[in-house]
């Protein structure tokens, strides 16, 4: 087989029309071999000619789309000095575009012998490794234009490929569980109706499923567990993987995009699937460990871990942090997703020991301006000493709110001295974002998500139940902030079941009227339950995906959202680009914002810090916009009232004297969620109204 020098960019195997240029980086390497494989798995092997800058490269006539590649690196091999290059374990490209097949997990796959962690295992790893493939990168994206939705007019979903797909009825059982599944009508028309607009994937990066998942019959279900950054995830394609993954992703960006959805990607840049030093060779240990690990400076043998995972990813190396933004571009210009959302993103940021500002990480994410301008947020921590850091990205970030879940979750179970706390995360949460000029949607609100209980499990069970995953109900979080209602779990009585759908319209109110940009976790909507398991991470199975027959019996909850969608797109008060203010506006006495008490009048300092209190009115005035529309015309909206009841009794509230407001209409109860009561629509300003046990109602001015 005939080899040509090539180029070394880019990285990666690019087909021309004619051949293959094939490019590799490895500092270590002493001499690298590409491996090509028949559709009969027969192996051809060629020695890479050139070395320039350290990316080894060739170019190979006659190599075409849908050929299976990988590659074998020949150097030292020195565990205890951070060196473990084997060729005899197949590695996958770390640029490739897409990868064929799956792990078959074995003693081939480990450069040591298993009971003998400092011998050298010399078995050929390539029949059970998986293989990179050339792709041809034409598509055509039809005029595909990116929505670019404005993050105050954001509602994202999160949601999982498989899981959100494969129970739906009206997809085709061979496409579901797939991303053509995610670009079905039927799916479309489910997020339209929420007023989704933007669907937040979990990791569709080819990723892993680890072996002692496997032994036990699981599966790395959720996909945080990468190994190829610039591929599809193979099953997650219906029809074909030899490059076919990529077309049906581009398809369904596309579709996404004619709907006026945006598709942002949970990305896992801080570590790999290679685990740590007992780990298997399946590409970046094998081609250059040192370049693309962090290891334990003096003892280069281990892993600096500050993911919980083994190893994390070495941003302290330019090919490490080359390779983390040559990714983001290729999804941005190639497969044209609108963001990302960075797991343990805290652990991208440590050069050092602490996570640091202003790191080579957030410069080059703050330089680039293809990455720049997209939606950037941020999983705010990591495992790592001082890694919560919520509050803590520079100025073009925005980060899952921790604190919001928190505190949303404590106020609605009636937990003391919740009040303060719940007020600020509200209001967009300026306590953490305003001394860095940050506005409210630096604040992604979440109640929930993948991580955890679902929105039905947080009002149905005290502890978790994840006996499932194999592991003695030890992992997952035991400190839920949940309230079972009176009963652990399923229940008969009628009066459990009507409090907790009632608590979870207030705490949808809560989430999508707040200041910031609402997170939905998928199927939460719908009433969607995993029987109290907090951590499906394992569970590819009914305990995880979607039940869509179940959810025709959540229709008044799945309506709720959607009105409660549609109510913040037509008023700007509950998205407001800027914080409020406490002061009056034009010239009036009032307030763009005011809290008061049940009575009506405004709050003291002693309110505040009443443990036992749990009631709160909010007043948001409409006439105190400080935003603009894209004319430059001021922004004048009606005005709200948000009379909040956490207490287990009904309350009584007094509204505020007309200088508020002449008149008012109930706009949303969430103890009548079909707003079938009318003796409480029209209440007069001075006059008492009853808010129902843990409950929130809104009226609106009416003149």
Request: proline share 5%; with cysteine; net charge negative.
């Amino acid at each position: 087989m005939h080899i040509w020098p090539g180029s070394p960019y880019p990285l990666g195997s690019s087909f021309d029309g004619g051949g293959t240029n094939f490019a590799i980086f490895s500092e270590v390497g002493e001499r690298i071999e590409l491996c090509l494989f028949d559709d009969d798995g027969t192996e051809s092997r060629v020695d890479l000619p050139e070395r320039n800058g350290l990316v080894w490269h060739g170019y190979l006539p006659r190599i075409w789309p849908g050929q299976r590649y990988g590659y074998r690196v020949h150097g030292p091999y020195e565990p205890a000095a951070g060196l473990r290059c084997n060729p005899a374990k197949l590695l996958l490209d770390p640029y490739a575009k897409a990868v064929d097949g799956e792990i078959e997990w074995g003693q081939s796959l480990f450069s040591y012998d298993f009971g003998d962690p400092d011998s050298f295992n010399e078995e050929d790893s390539a029949p059970q490794a998986m293989t990179s493939v050339v792709i041809n990168t034409f598509f055509d994206w039809a005029g595909d234009q990116p929505p670019r939705v404005p993050y105050n007019e954001s509602i994202i979903y999160e949601a999982h490929v498989k899981g959100m797909t494969m129970r739906h009825p009206d997809i085709p059982e061979d496409v579901r569980g797939s991303y053509a599944a995610i670009a079905h009508p039927a799916t479309i028309a489910h997020l339209k109706k929420l007023g989704v607009t933007a669907i937040e994937l979990m990791p569709v990066h080819q990723f892993v499923n680890d072996s002692t998942l496997v032994d036990k019959g699981l599966s790395n279900y959720w996909g945080y567990n990468s190994i190829g950054f610039f591929a599809p995830h193979n099953r997650y394609a219906s029809f074909g993987t030899r490059g076919e993954q990529v077309y049906e992703f581009k398809s369904m960006v596309r579709t996404l995009h004619k709907a006026g959805i945006e598709v942002i990607l949970d990305v896992v840049y801080n570590h790999t699937a290679e685990g740590n030093h007992m780990g298997p060779t399946l590409s970046f240990r094998g081609i250059d460990n040192q370049a693309y690990y962090r290891l334990v400076e003096g003892d280069e043998k281990h892993y600096f871990d500050t993911t919980g995972t083994g190893n994390s990813l070495n941003v302290r190396h330019h090919e490490s942090l080359r390779l983390l933004m040559d990714s983001l571009r290729y999804w941005v210009t190639e497969m044209h997703v609108d963001g990302f959302r960075f797991d343990l993103a805290s652990s991208l940021a440590r050069e050092f020991h602490a996570v640091d500002r202003l790191s080579a990480f957030f410069d080059l994410i703050n330089q680039d301006p293809i990455v720049s301008q997209v939606k950037l947020i941020a999983e705010p921590w990591d495992v790592g000493d001082g890694g919560y850091q919520v509050g803590g990205f520079p100025p073009l970030w925005t980060e899952w709110n921790g604190k919001y879940r928190d505190t949303v979750r404590d106020f609605w179970r009636g937990e003391p001295a919740s009040l303060g706390e719940f007020a600020a995360r509200f209001t967009g949460s300026s306590d953490l974002y305003e001394a860095d000029n940050r506005r409210p949607i630096a604040s992604i609100n979440f109640v929930t998500a993948h991580d955890g209980f679902t929105l039905q499990d947080l009002v149905s069970y005290n502890e978790k139940h994840n006996e499932a995953n194999g592991e003695d109900n030890n992992d997952g979080e035991s400190h839920n902030r949940s309230w079972n209602c009176g009963a652990e779990g399923p229940t008969d009585d009628d009066a459990i079941y009507a409090l907790r759908e009632r608590q979870k319209r207030n705490i949808m109110t809560t989430l999508l009227l707040s200041q910031g940009v609402p997170m939905i976790a998928h199927g939460d909507e719908l009433g969607r339950t995993q029987h109290g398991n907090n951590n499906v991470y394992c569970q590819d199975n009914e305990l995880s995906w979607v039940d869509w027959e179940a959810a025709r019996y959540q229709d008044v909850l799945t309506d709720f959202t959607a009105r409660l969608a549609r109510m913040r797109a037509e008023h700007p008060i509950f998205r407001r680009q800027r914080f409020f203010q406490g002061r009056p506006v034009r010239g009036s006495n009032i307030d763009d914002i005011a809290w008061l008490r049940q009575d009506g009048q405004p709050m003291s300092d002693a309110d505040w810090d009443g443990a036992a209190t749990q009631t709160l009115t909010v007043y948001l005035n409409g006439a105190g916009i400080p935003d603009r529309d894209e004319l430059g015309m001021q922004i004048v909206d009606d005005s709200f009232m948000l009379l909040f009841n956490a207490h287990h009794e009904d309350q009584t509230f007094v509204l505020p004297d007309e200088s508020y407001g002449k008149g008012w209409k109930t706009a949303l109860d969430t103890a009548d969620p079909l707003l079938a009561d009318d003796r409480r629509r029209f209440p007069a300003p001075g006059s008492t109204i009853e808010v129902t046990s843990r409950s929130v109602l809104i009226l609106q001015r009416s003149f």
